[in-house]
């Protein structure tokens, strides 16, 4: 099976690169995405919008023959459920890496604008639970990796139009949230519950992890997104 794995923002493809290997360990074709604009000055990238990134997956998944996997890792789950709401007969399955699937005309967050573009806000930006994993260490190596994104990404409402893509599988990959707990979240954002209840077809699994599982525990990760689509 080809597995597209998309990032969250401030990350490129290499952050996956710790999950790759027990995917084609287990004989799946893995394609981690860098997503247009990414580290790019405002200057160049003033023009991208979350629109193109989704566009960017889709393009992938005509690329490839057959069925395809789409892994969302966080603001890269928005992007990815845009792609299955684009290809709703190619996605075999929906992997969301700590985020739940957004409703129409909803954003990733709005952040700070810096130089046209937005830098990485910092980890202090984050809720404890999301940081708690990551040692100093290994906040300092992946602030200095943070790649900043297009201003119009993170802020641009996504358009979803075709409801095929609630009958596709999908899996939840929660942090640090169980499915009760998440659940409970979601019944706070009514049209964010709304969507996810009309899905047909959705499992949630506590990673027990923080935010970013890719960077603290990739080998859990991988297994836990080989799990999902074998399941």
């Not at 604009?37 to 629109?51: C, F, L, Q, R, W």
């Not at 393009?59 to 990815?80: C, F």
């Not at 525990?217 to 799990?227: K, R």
């Given at each position: ?6 990032p969250?923002?401030?990350l490129?493809?290499s952050?996956?690169?710790?999950v790759?290997p027990a ?9 981690a ?7 790019s000055p405002?200057?160049?990238?003033a023009?991208?919008?979350i ?7 889709v393009?992938r998944?005509?690329a490839?023959p057959?069925e ?5 890792h966080?603001?890269?789950?928005n992007?990815?459920?845009g ?5 709703p007969?190619?996605?075999?399955h929906?992997?969301l ?8 005309g909803?954003?990733?967050?709005e952040f700070?604008?810096v ?13 404890e ?6 040692d100093?260490a290994?906040?300092q ?7 900043p ?7 641009d409402p996504?358009?979803l ?6 009958a596709?599988?999908?899996?939840v990959?929660?942090g640090?949230?169980?499915?009760a707990t998440l659940?409970a979240?979601?019944e706070q954002?009514?049209?964010?519950g ?6 047909e077809d959705?499992?949630?699994v506590?990673?027990g992890?923080g935010h ?6 990739p ?5 836990a997104?080989l799990?999902?689509?074998t399941?």
């Amino acid at each position: 099976m080809d597995i597209i794995l998309v990032p969250g923002l401030w990350l490129d493809a290499s952050s996956w690169d710790d999950v790759v290997p027990a995917l084609r360990e287990a004989g799946h074709r893995t394609h981690a995405l860098t997503m247009p604009g990414t580290g790019s000055p405002g200057t160049e990238s003033a023009d991208i919008g979350i629109a193109d990134w989704v566009a960017a997956v889709v393009a992938r998944i005509d690329a490839l023959p057959g069925e395809v996997v789409l892994v969302g890792h966080s603001g890269g789950g928005n992007v990815a459920y845009g792609a299955l709401d684009a290809r709703p007969d190619r996605v075999a399955h929906l992997v969301l890496v700590d985020t739940v699937p957004p409703p129409d005309g909803s954003i990733i967050s709005e952040f700070e604008v810096v130089d046209g573009v937005i830098p990485f806000p910092g980890w202090d930006t984050f809720d404890e639970p999301d940081v708690a994993d990551i040692d100093e260490a290994t906040r300092q190596v992946w602030a200095a990796r943070a790649l900043p994104v297009p201003r119009g990404v993170p802020m641009d409402p996504i358009h979803l139009h075709d409801p095929r893509r609630r009958a596709r599988p999908m899996t939840v990959l929660s942090g640090a949230n169980d499915e009760a707990t998440l659940r409970a979240m979601l019944e706070q954002w009514p049209e964010w519950g709304a969507e996810f209840n009309a899905i047909e077809d959705v499992r949630v699994v506590h990673l027990g992890t923080g935010h970013w599982p890719q960077v603290t525990q990739p080998a859990a990760l991988g297994q836990a997104i080989l799990d999902s689509i074998t399941r």
